[in-house]
């Protein structure tokens, strides 16, 4: 028989007592419900509060103590910001005014700037030859083909204007310095100082090669001060000591030399390598001037000079082509005087007019510088010349007194007594006078024609210079400008000197 599982006995309760029961959970639900909406309520209230508190604070700049804390290095912060913002501005300010007052100059270093012949590289160069005694007019004989076809494809001063007086010594000097000869010292090719109590003499080497005559700063010193290089050969004043330099290479003059070996001393310097080659060179030939002082301007023996000449510019041009040179070197050829036909007839011997006893010998040749060995005695001397040149063709001057044009007053080394022939005389006494005159002479007025000189050039610097286009297409101007043309070329800053800043070409 099988008996049925036994049965869950689920024990029923009194519906009352769950009612009372559901009641009670309710009771409670509310109760905690209206706990947590009034938690949440205050908790709103308290949050609201704290905003306003925040809006407040914000508003009545009642902060906290973090907030203060950031404020005051947010504000420290920005006072430096301002405080470098002043310095800057009055940095800027400054340097504005200083610009303004000490504008930076405008001298380019060209060394900067190198230039290929297509096998070697070169700086801005320039070459510079003088031919003594070269007269500006000599260029209208037609015997000088060379030099024409240069003056064509390049510049052509109309003459050069020596400076005074016209001599060799003090105007190769017043070519290479940019200074008259009153600034430089050389006052003549032989003159006497008071303050050194000695003698220039220009055929003495041991004479004339000391430094101590020799003022001012020639182009050879201006470049080697600045770091490029010199190549001189014979040039006045070349083989002295001159604040303290020398050029790079030079040749002491010898006149035994001819114009293959003066030329080949300048190629010789171009072909060195390009840390040793000179910028600037400068060579000398004088068989012009020599065969005018012998034999007069007007002779065959200065046409032939010219002729020799005009080979050696064939020469030298043929080999700056042949390096292929011919548009990156730059090349001038100067003189420093002209010359004049002088007239046996046309001597005056100042001994006839005072007692030359009195002075040291005549300054200047041909013109008269007259220096008493006593000042007591200046006076005196220049009264009695003032009258003899009442009935004579020439004018003396006290050296204070000679014309401004001719800036030659301020020197000591130029004498107190200065008498100026007309061209072609001579002012001389029977004590100092070779009796065997020169057929040809300069050193007189500086403005007169026959004392011109050359000016032409060639080469890049040159190549938009020209003023016209006829073969005088330039300008006269004074020697002293060529220094500062020679330092635009080479981007060089000039010594004090008395040409054009900046220069005229």
Not at 234 to 241: A, D, I, K, L, P
Not at 255 to 266: C, D, P, T, V
Not at 469 to 475: G, I, S, T, V, W
Request: aromatic share 10%; net charge negative; hydrophobic share 35%.
């Amino acid at each position: 028989m099988t008996s049925s599982p036994p049965h869950l006995q689920i024990p029923v309760n009194d519906s009352s007592e769950i009612d009372s029961r559901r009641q009670s959970n309710s009771a409670d639900r509310d109760e905690e419900n209206s706990d947590r909406e009034t938690s949440e309520e205050q908790e709103h209230a308290l949050n609201v509060a704290e905003e306003g508190e925040e809006r407040t604070g914000l508003l009545n700049g009642v902060l906290t103590d973090e907030e203060k804390g950031s404020t005051a290095t947010e504000a420290y912060r920005i006072l430096v910001l301002r405080i470098l913002l002043i310095i800057l501005l009055i940095s800027m300010l400054v340097g504005t005014i200083m610009l303004t007052i000490f504008p930076p100059r405008t001298h380019d270093n060209k060394m900067e700037s190198l230039y290929s012949n297509g096998t070697h590289e070169f700086h801005n160069t320039v070459i510079i030859v003088s031919f003594d005694g070269f007269r500006s007019d000599y260029l209208d004989r037609n015997i000088t083909p060379t030099i024409q076809k240069f003056i064509q494809k390049g510049l052509r001063a109309e003459y050069l204007i020596p400076s005074f007086p016209s001599v060799t010594f003090p105007n190769h000097y017043s070519i290479v310095t940019g200074l008259y000869p009153e600034s430089h010292g050389i006052v003549a090719n032989e003159f006497y100082d008071p303050i050194l109590k000695d003698d220039f003499l220009y055929v003495n080497p041991n004479k004339s090669f000391d430094s101590k005559w020799w003022k001012g700063e020639p182009i050879w010193v201006t470049t080697v001060k600045q770091n490029q290089k010199s190549g001189v050969s014979m040039w006045v004043g070349s083989s002295s000591v001159i604040d303290g330099h020398v050029p790079t290479y030079s040749h002491v003059y010898n006149g035994s030399i001819g114009m293959h070996e003066r030329i080949n001393h300048i190629i010789n310097w171009l072909d060195m390598k390009l840390e040793d080659r000179p910028t600037f060179l400068a060579g000398y030939v004088s068989v012009i001037d020599s065969m005018g002082h012998r034999f007069g301007p007007d002779s065959q023996e200065v046409n032939k000079a010219l002729e020799d000449v005009d080979n050696y510019v064939e020469m030298l041009l043929n080999k700056i082509e042949e390096r292929n040179l011919t548009d990156i070197v730059n090349i001038i050829f100067v003189s420093d005087h002209g010359m004049a036909q002088t007239i046996p007839s046309n001597v005056i011997f100042l001994d006839n007019i005072f007692n030359i006893s009195k002075v040291h010998p005549l300054e200047g040749f041909p013109l008269g510088g007259i220096r008493p060995y006593n000042d007591s005695d200046i006076s005196e001397i220049f009264g009695l010349l003032q009258n003899a040149s009442e009935s004579q063709p020439w004018t003396c001057y006290l050296r204070e007194k000679v014309p401004e044009r001719f800036h030659y007053r301020h020197s000591v080394r130029i004498s107190p007594i200065v008498c100026i022939p007309p061209v072609g005389w001579v002012l001389t006494n029977h004590r100092d006078f070779n009796l065997k005159l020169p057929k040809g002479a300069h050193g007189y007025d500086n403005q007169d024609p026959t004392m011109r000189g050359i000016f032409v050039a060639n080469g890049p610097y040159f190549k938009d210079k020209k003023e016209g286009e006829e073969a005088k297409d330039f300008r006269p101007f004074i020697n002293v400008e060529i220094y500062n043309i020679l330092c635009k070329i080479l981007g060089l800053k000039p010594a004090p000197n008395n040409g054009t800043v900046d220069a005229i070409i």
